[in-house]
Protein backbone atom coordinates (compact mmCIF):
# COMPACT_ATOMS: atom_id res chain seq x y z
CA UNK A 1 0.00 0.00 0.00
CA UNK A 2 2.55 2.43 0.77
CA UNK A 3 4.41 1.93 -2.41
CA UNK A 4 1.10 2.24 -4.12
CA UNK A 5 0.38 5.78 -2.14
CA UNK A 6 4.24 6.91 -3.68
CA UNK A 7 3.74 6.14 -6.55
CA UNK A 8 0.06 7.68 -7.04
CA UNK A 9 1.92 11.08 -5.18
CA UNK A 10 4.76 11.01 -7.97
CA UNK A 11 3.12 10.39 -10.55
CA UNK A 12 -0.51 12.44 -10.27
CA UNK A 13 1.59 16.17 -10.61
CA UNK A 14 3.31 15.19 -13.64
CA UNK A 15 -0.15 14.16 -15.24
CA UNK A 16 -1.98 17.60 -14.29
CA UNK A 17 1.31 19.06 -15.60
CA UNK A 18 1.60 17.32 -18.86
CA UNK A 19 -3.02 18.26 -19.32
CA UNK A 20 -2.81 21.40 -18.00
CA UNK A 21 0.63 23.42 -18.90
CA UNK A 22 2.80 21.11 -20.81
CA UNK A 23 2.82 22.15 -24.48
CA UNK A 24 0.44 19.97 -26.68
CA UNK A 25 3.33 18.60 -28.42
CA UNK A 26 5.01 17.99 -25.33
CA UNK A 27 2.33 16.03 -24.34
CA UNK A 28 2.16 13.77 -27.80
CA UNK A 29 5.81 12.94 -27.09
CA UNK A 30 4.40 11.57 -23.34
CA UNK A 31 1.85 9.76 -24.81
CA UNK A 32 4.73 8.07 -27.53
CA UNK A 33 6.79 7.62 -24.31
CA UNK A 34 3.90 5.31 -22.66
CA UNK A 35 2.99 3.77 -26.25
CA UNK A 36 6.74 2.26 -26.45
CA UNK A 37 6.34 1.04 -22.67
CA UNK A 38 2.96 -0.44 -22.94
CA UNK A 39 4.51 -2.04 -26.27
CA UNK A 40 7.08 -3.60 -24.88
CA UNK A 41 5.13 -4.87 -21.43
CA UNK A 42 2.78 -6.49 -24.07
CA UNK A 43 5.85 -8.32 -26.40
CA UNK A 44 6.92 -9.78 -22.64
CA UNK A 45 3.55 -10.88 -21.75
CA UNK A 46 4.21 -13.78 -23.44
CA UNK A 47 7.83 -15.25 -21.33
CA UNK A 48 9.92 -15.42 -24.55
CA UNK A 49 13.04 -13.84 -23.94
CA UNK A 50 13.41 -10.49 -26.51
CA UNK A 51 14.15 -11.92 -30.00
CA UNK A 52 14.93 -10.61 -33.71
CA UNK A 53 10.75 -11.39 -33.77
CA UNK A 54 9.88 -9.25 -31.17
CA UNK A 55 12.48 -6.45 -32.34
CA UNK A 56 11.13 -6.51 -35.58
CA UNK A 57 7.25 -6.05 -34.34
CA UNK A 58 8.77 -3.02 -32.37
CA UNK A 59 10.36 -1.70 -35.31
CA UNK A 60 7.00 -1.64 -37.15
CA UNK A 61 5.41 -0.24 -33.80
CA UNK A 62 7.56 2.72 -33.36
CA UNK A 63 7.38 4.60 -36.81
CA UNK A 64 3.21 4.05 -37.17
CA UNK A 65 2.71 5.60 -33.50
CA UNK A 66 4.73 8.70 -34.64
CA UNK A 67 2.58 8.57 -37.96
CA UNK A 68 -0.42 8.28 -35.70
CA UNK A 69 0.80 11.22 -33.34
CA UNK A 70 1.96 13.47 -35.65
CA UNK A 71 1.00 13.04 -39.16
CA UNK A 72 -2.97 11.59 -39.21
CA UNK A 73 -3.04 11.76 -43.09
CA UNK A 74 -0.34 9.34 -43.39
CA UNK A 75 -1.06 7.11 -40.47
CA UNK A 76 -3.76 5.02 -42.72
CA UNK A 77 -0.77 4.29 -45.29
CA UNK A 78 1.61 3.78 -42.03
CA UNK A 79 -1.16 0.88 -40.81
CA UNK A 80 -0.95 -0.94 -44.32
CA UNK A 81 2.63 -0.96 -43.99
CA UNK A 82 2.87 -2.58 -40.92
CA UNK A 83 -0.18 -4.69 -42.12
CA UNK A 84 2.17 -5.72 -45.06
CA UNK A 85 5.16 -6.21 -43.25
CA UNK A 86 3.69 -8.58 -40.42
CA UNK A 87 2.47 -10.67 -43.38
CA UNK A 88 5.71 -10.95 -44.48
CA UNK A 89 7.14 -11.45 -41.08
CA UNK A 90 4.57 -15.06 -41.17
CA UNK A 91 5.40 -15.90 -44.57
CA UNK A 92 9.06 -17.05 -42.74
CA UNK A 93 7.22 -20.08 -40.78
CA UNK A 94 4.16 -21.61 -41.57
CA UNK A 95 4.21 -23.62 -38.39
CA UNK A 96 0.95 -22.88 -36.14
CA UNK A 97 2.57 -21.13 -32.55
CA UNK A 98 4.48 -19.02 -34.76
CA UNK A 99 2.14 -17.65 -36.66
CA UNK A 100 0.03 -17.02 -33.30
CA UNK A 101 2.80 -15.44 -31.65
CA UNK A 102 3.51 -12.76 -34.82
CA UNK A 103 -0.59 -12.14 -35.01
CA UNK A 104 -0.35 -11.66 -31.04
CA UNK A 105 2.54 -9.19 -32.00
CA UNK A 106 0.42 -7.26 -33.97
CA UNK A 107 -2.63 -6.93 -32.24
CA UNK A 108 -0.08 -5.00 -29.81
CA UNK A 109 0.31 -2.71 -32.09
CA UNK A 110 -3.22 -2.11 -32.82
CA UNK A 111 -3.95 -1.91 -29.13
CA UNK A 112 -1.36 0.17 -27.72
CA UNK A 113 -2.45 2.48 -30.53
CA UNK A 114 -5.55 3.36 -28.62
CA UNK A 115 -3.29 5.66 -26.01
CA UNK A 116 -2.57 8.06 -29.41
CA UNK A 117 -6.49 8.93 -28.84
CA UNK A 118 -5.84 10.65 -25.62
CA UNK A 119 -3.62 13.07 -27.87
CA UNK A 120 -5.98 13.56 -30.13
CA UNK A 121 -8.75 14.81 -27.45
CA UNK A 122 -6.39 17.38 -25.98
CA UNK A 123 -5.63 19.17 -29.27
CA UNK A 124 -9.36 19.98 -30.51
CA UNK A 125 -11.93 22.49 -28.93
CA UNK A 126 -11.84 22.19 -24.93
CA UNK A 127 -8.90 19.38 -25.22
CA UNK A 128 -7.79 20.01 -21.75
CA UNK A 129 -11.33 20.16 -20.01
CA UNK A 130 -12.59 17.15 -21.74
CA UNK A 131 -9.44 14.87 -21.04
CA UNK A 132 -9.59 16.00 -17.52
CA UNK A 133 -13.36 15.19 -17.30
CA UNK A 134 -12.44 11.65 -18.53
CA UNK A 135 -9.78 11.03 -16.48
CA UNK A 136 -11.77 12.20 -13.60
CA UNK A 137 -14.63 9.96 -14.36
CA UNK A 138 -12.50 6.78 -15.13
CA UNK A 139 -10.49 7.46 -11.62
CA UNK A 140 -14.01 7.93 -9.93
CA UNK A 141 -15.05 5.07 -11.98
CA UNK A 142 -12.41 2.62 -10.88
CA UNK A 143 -12.30 3.71 -7.12
CA UNK A 144 -16.43 3.04 -6.50
CA UNK A 145 -16.48 0.39 -8.85
CA UNK A 146 -13.15 -1.34 -6.60
CA UNK A 147 -15.33 -0.52 -3.12
CA UNK A 148 -18.73 -1.28 -3.94
CA UNK A 149 -17.11 -4.71 -5.34
CA UNK A 150 -15.57 -5.20 -2.33
CA UNK A 151 -18.77 -4.67 0.13
CA UNK A 152 -21.61 -5.06 -1.96
CA UNK A 153 -20.62 -7.62 -5.24
CA UNK A 154 -22.57 -10.52 -4.88
CA UNK A 155 -22.65 -11.46 -9.04
CA UNK A 156 -19.33 -12.16 -11.07
CA UNK A 157 -19.08 -9.67 -13.64
CA UNK A 158 -16.88 -11.99 -15.97
CA UNK A 159 -15.80 -15.46 -13.88
CA UNK A 160 -12.96 -16.65 -16.48
CA UNK A 161 -11.46 -13.44 -17.53
CA UNK A 162 -11.95 -11.41 -13.77
CA UNK A 163 -13.24 -13.27 -10.69
CA UNK A 164 -12.87 -10.48 -8.26
CA UNK A 165 -14.76 -8.39 -10.72
CA UNK A 166 -18.76 -8.03 -10.31
CA UNK A 167 -21.79 -6.81 -11.66
CA UNK A 168 -22.76 -4.57 -8.73
CA UNK A 169 -19.28 -2.72 -9.04
CA UNK A 170 -19.26 -2.12 -12.38
CA UNK A 171 -22.94 -0.23 -11.93
CA UNK A 172 -21.48 1.62 -9.25
CA UNK A 173 -18.26 2.86 -11.37
CA UNK A 174 -20.48 3.93 -14.23
CA UNK A 175 -22.82 5.79 -11.79
CA UNK A 176 -20.49 7.50 -9.54
CA UNK A 177 -18.28 8.07 -12.47
CA UNK A 178 -20.80 9.87 -14.71
CA UNK A 179 -21.48 11.35 -11.38
CA UNK A 180 -18.16 13.19 -10.83
CA UNK A 181 -17.73 13.74 -14.43
CA UNK A 182 -20.89 15.64 -14.64
CA UNK A 183 -19.84 17.85 -11.46
CA UNK A 184 -16.30 18.48 -12.96
CA UNK A 185 -18.06 19.82 -16.39
CA UNK A 186 -20.49 22.15 -14.18
CA UNK A 187 -17.52 23.55 -12.11
CA UNK A 188 -15.34 24.01 -15.34
CA UNK A 189 -18.49 25.80 -16.82
CA UNK A 190 -18.85 23.14 -19.59
CA UNK A 191 -22.19 22.04 -20.19
CA UNK A 192 -22.84 19.23 -17.66
CA UNK A 193 -24.12 16.69 -20.42
CA UNK A 194 -21.07 17.00 -21.85
CA UNK A 195 -19.61 15.47 -18.45
CA UNK A 196 -22.60 13.14 -18.33
CA UNK A 197 -21.79 11.52 -22.19
CA UNK A 198 -18.20 11.29 -21.33
CA UNK A 199 -19.04 9.78 -18.10
CA UNK A 200 -21.24 7.38 -19.48
CA UNK A 201 -18.88 6.26 -23.12
CA UNK A 202 -15.58 6.26 -21.19
CA UNK A 203 -17.04 4.04 -17.96
CA UNK A 204 -18.52 1.30 -19.87
CA UNK A 205 -16.06 0.90 -22.58
CA UNK A 206 -13.37 1.20 -19.80
CA UNK A 207 -15.00 -2.03 -18.55
CA UNK A 208 -14.17 -3.41 -21.45
CA UNK A 209 -10.60 -2.06 -22.06
CA UNK A 210 -10.24 -3.78 -18.65
CA UNK A 211 -11.12 -6.90 -19.46
CA UNK A 212 -9.48 -7.42 -22.89
CA UNK A 213 -6.00 -6.39 -20.70
CA UNK A 214 -7.05 -9.13 -18.14
CA UNK A 215 -8.04 -11.59 -21.30
CA UNK A 216 -4.07 -11.26 -22.29
CA UNK A 217 -3.30 -11.62 -18.26
CA UNK A 218 -4.96 -14.92 -17.73
CA UNK A 219 -3.81 -16.24 -21.00
CA UNK A 220 0.13 -15.86 -19.66
CA UNK A 221 -0.97 -16.58 -16.23
CA UNK A 222 0.42 -13.13 -15.54
CA UNK A 223 -0.70 -10.49 -12.22
CA UNK A 224 0.43 -7.44 -13.69
CA UNK A 225 2.06 -6.77 -17.32
CA UNK A 226 5.13 -5.10 -15.65
CA UNK A 227 6.47 -3.82 -11.95
CA UNK A 228 7.45 -0.86 -13.45
CA UNK A 229 4.92 1.12 -11.55
CA UNK A 230 5.85 0.23 -8.03
CA UNK A 231 2.51 -0.85 -6.07
CA UNK A 232 0.64 -0.49 -9.22
CA UNK A 233 1.98 -3.12 -11.33
CA UNK A 234 2.63 -1.67 -15.38
CA UNK A 235 1.89 1.05 -17.86
CA UNK A 236 -0.86 -1.48 -19.63
CA UNK A 237 -2.38 -2.27 -15.74
CA UNK A 238 -2.72 1.41 -15.48
CA UNK A 239 -4.19 2.57 -18.78
CA UNK A 240 -6.29 -0.52 -19.30
CA UNK A 241 -9.43 1.46 -19.03
CA UNK A 242 -8.52 4.40 -20.83
CA UNK A 243 -7.06 2.57 -24.24
CA UNK A 244 -10.71 2.29 -25.06
CA UNK A 245 -12.54 5.32 -23.42
CA UNK A 246 -10.05 7.89 -25.06
CA UNK A 247 -11.19 6.37 -28.53
CA UNK A 248 -14.64 6.71 -27.65
CA UNK A 249 -14.51 10.16 -26.10
CA UNK A 250 -12.42 11.10 -28.83
CA UNK A 251 -15.09 10.06 -31.65
CA UNK A 252 -17.69 11.89 -29.70
CA UNK A 253 -15.47 14.65 -29.99
CA UNK A 254 -15.16 14.48 -33.62
CA UNK A 255 -18.61 13.56 -34.24
CA UNK A 256 -19.53 16.84 -32.43
CA UNK A 257 -21.30 15.23 -29.86
CA UNK A 258 -20.02 17.32 -27.53
Known sequence: MTKRILSAVILIPIVIWLVFFAKKELFGVAILFVNFTAYLEWLNMDGVRFNTQKALYFSLNAPFIFMMLFDRQLAVYALFAVFIFHLVINFSSIKKNKMLQNYYYFLGIIYTALYTFLYFIIIEQNGRVNLTILLVSIWAGDSFAYLCGKYFGK??????????????????????????????AYFAKLPIENGFLIGIAANISGIFGDLSESVIKRAFNKKDSSNIIPGHGGVLDRLDSLAFSGFFVYMMVLWKIL
Open 155 to 184: HKLSKQISPKKTIEGAVCGIFFGTFFASLF
